[in-house]
Each structure stands twice: as structure tokens, then as C-alpha cells.
């Protein structure tokens, strides 16, 4: 009898609970797009006669509004198409469903670009999403949403390009993201010859788990952060060894509650870790993007 009164209790609020998040995400998808206003008036016309129909018994009137509803799914897929496909290849991109063939080739993308901007001294900041949305994170930013390639990102980090300046966010193996403003850290035991850069990347790692490359436009070295702690002056081959057990391994192991985990909590900073062969100067003229 408890567990019949239980189930009877928690039933309607279940379904209550459903159709809230349901709603809500609903209309957090419909706002914002090129087909939210057709939406907006076709319901207002709809509830408008359902109305006139209900207060005046207008039968058959009725009758043809519940038949239509049928149709109202349909009508949906046709306006909101864009918004769907889009929606669905985000989902297809989720970490959750990431080979690790194509984190592999993600990796090497960042190997190459980075390489080819130390060797003439480009600076760089590159962050690469997880489980934690990166749009969350940041100020500002421009969208591209396009495949990532090295040459791509040296066309974005080029100097005197207009969507040089900042960050750029890497999601799914796309570009999806440019010229993106990162918190900046506000620890005090750093190096005075942390530059901006530097300082972007250790604030990003502290408020979310994505992996972070950074390359100085002063002296061409290649640093990285990831959850607070910071690397300095690393070869490649270091930098290809951190990018794989961060992006790769996790990704064969990941499960539904790691990633619950993973958006509840928010790790602490670590140590900023600074090679021995790195000779720290008294002033930093790295340049504040």
C-alpha cells in the first residue's frame, strides 16, 4: 500500500518534472532563431481561435484545431531545419561520441600549427574543449565554424588579421570560435615574465578541463595549461604526450557519470611549473592578447 501511494505521489511529479525541462529547453532552443517569429505568430493564431472556438462552442471549429495539431510536428521540422541539423551534428561532436582517430587528428593539427608559428615567432592561444562548454568561460568572441587545419589557424593567428587578437576555441574538431577574450588568472605567486597569453591560458584551466597551447610571440616557446597547472618552454614531442592523455585516453574510459562529474565540480589551480632550461627576464613584453 506504501509503495502503490509512493508510486502514485511520484508519478505526476515526474512526468511534471519531464515536461518542465522539456519546455524550457524547448523554448531555449526556439529563442534566437531565424524561426522563432513564424512560431510566435502561429501560436498566437492558434491559441486565438482555440479560444473564440472553446468560449463559443464552436464545434467543428474545434474538431478541425485538433486535427491540425497532427500536423504541427511536421511544420516544425520544416521551419526549424537549419536549427535541427545544426543541433544534431553538436550532438554527433559531443565528447561523449569522440573517436579516438579523431582526437588523434586534432592532435597532430595542433602539433603542426604550433610548430610552424614557433619557428617564426607567432604567438598563439589555442584552448580545446571537453566535457565544460567553453562559451561559458569567455567574454567575447567571433564565430567560424570550420574544420580545423593548420592552415587555417595560422591565417587566424596571423599578425595585422583583424581576428588575430585573443583565443581560439577548438570543439569537436572544428574551429568554432576566434579572437575569444579567456579570464585572465588572478594568482599572485606567478612569474613577472608570464605574459597575457599565459595568464589567459592559466585562468581558463582553473575555471574549466580544457587542455590549453599556448605559443610566445617573444621567444617561440611552446607552453600548455590544463586544470590549473602550467608548463613552459616543452618540445613537441612533449606536447603530443600531454595532448594524448588529456584528449585520447579519457575519451576510450569516459562515462555518463564522469561527465556529470565533470560539469558539478571545478578543479582548483595547481603550480605553475616552469622549465629548467626557461630563464625567466624581470620584465615581459609579450603582448596583451
Not at 518534472?17 to 513564424?38: D, H, M, S, W
Not at 575569444?180 to 615574465?193: E, H, V
Not at 590549473?228 to 588529456?246: I, M, N, Q, Y
Request: proline share 4%; aromatic share 10%; glycine share 6%.
Amino acid at each position: 500500500m506504501i509503495w502503490q501511494l509512493a508510486q502514485n505521489a511520484w508519478g505526476p511529479a515526474l512526468e511534471v518534472l519531464i515536461l518542465t525541462v522539456a519546455i524550457y529547453y524547448v523554448f531555449r532552443f526556439v529563442r534566437g532563431t531565424r524561426g522563432a517569429p513564424v512560431v510566435t505568430g502561429f501560436l498566437v493564431v492558434l491559441l486565438a481561435f482555440f479560444l473564440v472556438s472553446f468560449l463559443l462552442k464552436l464545434k467543428v471549429l474545434l474538431y478541425l484545431l485538433g486535427a491540425f495539431t497532427a500536423y504541427f510536428v511536421l511544420a516544425v521540422l520544416v521551419i526549424f531545419q537549419p536549427e535541427l541539423r545544426r543541433m544534431l551534428a553538436e550532438l554527433g561532436n559531443f565528447p561523449l561520441f569522440a573517436t579516438a582517430h579523431e582526437q588523434r587528428e586534432t592532435i597532430e593539427v595542433i602539433i603542426q600549427t604550433v610548430e610552424r608559428l614557433a619557428d617564426v615567432r607567432i604567438g598563439a592561444l589555442i584552448a580545446i574543449e571537453q566535457t565544460i562548454q567553453l562559451q561559458e568561460a569567455v567574454e567575447s568572441g567571433i564565430k567560424i565554424d570550420c574544420e580545423a587545419t593548420p592552415e587555417m589557424l595560422e591565417t587566424i593567428f596571423f599578425p595585422n588579421n583583424a581576428i588575430h587578437d585573443g583565443g581560439v576555441l577548438i570543439k569537436g574538431g572544428r574551429i568554432a570560435f576566434a579572437a575569444c577574450i579567456f579570464p585572465l588568472t588572478q594568482r599572485q605567486d606567478l612569474n613577472r615574465s608570464l605574459g597575457t597569453r599565459h595568464r589567459a591560458a592559466i585562468g581558463l584551466s582553473e575555471e574549466t578541463d580544457a587542455a590549453i597551447v599556448v605559443v610566445s610571440e617573444e621567444t617561440g616557446a611552446v607552453s600548455y595549461a590544463y586544470k590549473g597547472h602550467f608548463v613552459r618552454s616543452v618540445s613537441l614531442e612533449d606536447l603530443r604526450a600531454f595532448l594524448t592523455s588529456v584528449l585520447v585516453t579519457p575519451a576510450r574510459s569516459r562515462n555518463w557519470m564522469g561527465w556529470i562529474r565533470s560539469w558539478t565540480h571545478r578543479v582548483k589551480p595547481g603550480p605553475v611549473a616552469v622549465a629548467k632550461n626557461d630563464v625567466p627576464s624581470t620584465t615581459s613584453t609579450e603582448p596583451a592578447k
